[in-house]
């Protein structure tokens, strides 16, 4: 069973970037499909982006493409999302999820493990 813990949140301005990392412990980190997910308050939860286990494949949602960045580093047991060019509509807590399994996935019903989340607040 592996543990995804998220960093790298925090206030920005629009315009402006930020990079979050999903660390993962007790268990084999490229064995697991990975992505991200995003809910904004009032909001259901929603996908971001996802990568391969890999990291040769890469899939993103239509709002995030060409802005954000997915990436894994299977040495470090870590995933990354880049984010430039954010928008007030960014705004969210960001979840990193883990999925057993060969598929990459846009639906979170089939990940199987989630981190505790991380804030990203854009102001205008």
């Known amino acids: 069973q592996v543990q995804l813990e998220e960093s790298g949140g925090g206030l920005v301005q629009a315009g402006g970037s930020l990079r979050l990392s999903c660390a993962a412990s007790g268990g084999t980190f490229g064995s697991y499909s990975m992505a991200w997910f995003r809910q904004a308050p009032g909001k259901e939860r929603e996908f971001v982006a996802a990568?391969?286990?890999?990291?040769?494949?890469?899939y993103y949602a239509d709002p995030v493409k060409g802005r954000f960045t997915i990436s894994r580093d299977n040495a470090k047991n870590t995933m990354y999302l880049q984010m430039n060019s954010l928008k007030p509509e960014d705004t969210a807590v960001y979840y990193c999820?883990?999925?057993?399994?060969?598929?990459?996935?846009?639906?979170?019903?089939?990940?199987?493990?989630w981190g505790q989340g991380a804030q990203v607040t854009v102001s205008s």
């Open positions: 990568v391969s286990r890999s990291g040769d494949n890469t």
């Open positions: 999820a883990a999925r057993n399994g060969r598929r990459s996935s846009r639906i979170d019903s089939e990940y199987d493990y």
